[in-house]
């Protein structure tokens, strides 16, 4: 596990970290082996969302930095022909690789059974839907402007850097990867501090919150709609205060968000 002797000075910020050695199977037993209700709120909230569109009618939707949660992945599988999780750390894609190949682990069927209640239009069974998802070992921020009709991310610009300006800048990159106009869904912790998973080193975290949602999404998406999510006691306390969701649209052709990612890839 990378982890400097000495912090470095100023804000820990994505490259710092050592995503590859993510504790995965602490991840999991800390967060996902049983639905808490914060898991039910962000299930009907995208449920919701995707029940809007017609199964199969989404060519190609991402998920922006999948790391090791099935949830978002099975409720993209009734209106999104190809999913592509794109996800950065070794060990999330070994994760990941495993379950699409030798099918999800007892403890995801439950999630998948309560996505199915809430979208039957979803296949009958987790397999099935995870079969849409295509696991891409790569970092988001290569990822080309304007590939995808609708992008999914959970839990992550505001989990991997302390650095508030970085989470800016991969939120603007996360938004420019949906064509003009396409679609956007997302959850983020409330005021998410640093943070500690199991026994392993502390993983940088940057505190937002609705206002800061606004602020960073605002100028480059309409119909932004934002939901909060208050704490959650039956999960690990990792210092937040809940959550906030959103969903969107980015704007038309030759919109704030081209010109956005543009800029940050300069």
Known sequence: MKEPAERPPGPVRND????DHWPVLDYLAEN?????????AVIRHHSAFYRRFAPGSIARSLEFGAGPNLYPLMLA???????????????NVAYLTGQLSHG???????FYAFCRELDPALPPTATQALARVHVLHDDVRTLPAGTYELASMNFVAESITEDFEEFAQLCRIYIATVRPGGLLVASFMEN????????????PGCPV???????????YTDD???THVGPDPTRPD??????????????????????ALRDDRA
């Open 32 to 40: 996902y082996r049983e639905i808490h209700p914060c898991d039910a």
């Open 192 to 203: 998410m501090p640093t943070y500690r998973i199991g026994t392993a080193p502390a993983w």
């Open 238 to 259: 990792y210092g937040d205060t809940g959550m906030v969701l959103l969903r969107a649209r980015t704007l038309g052709p030759g919109g704030k968000a081209e010109a």
């Open 209 to 219: 919150d609705a206002t800061v949602l606004r602020e960073v999404f605002g100028p």
């Open 16 to 19: 710092d970290a050592d995503w």
């Open 224 to 226: 932004l709609v934002l």
């Open 77 to 91: 599988g009734a209106a999104s022909r190809r999913v592509d999780a794109v996800e950065r750390s070794a060990a």
């Open 104 to 110: 999800p682990d007892e403890s995801w069927q439950a």
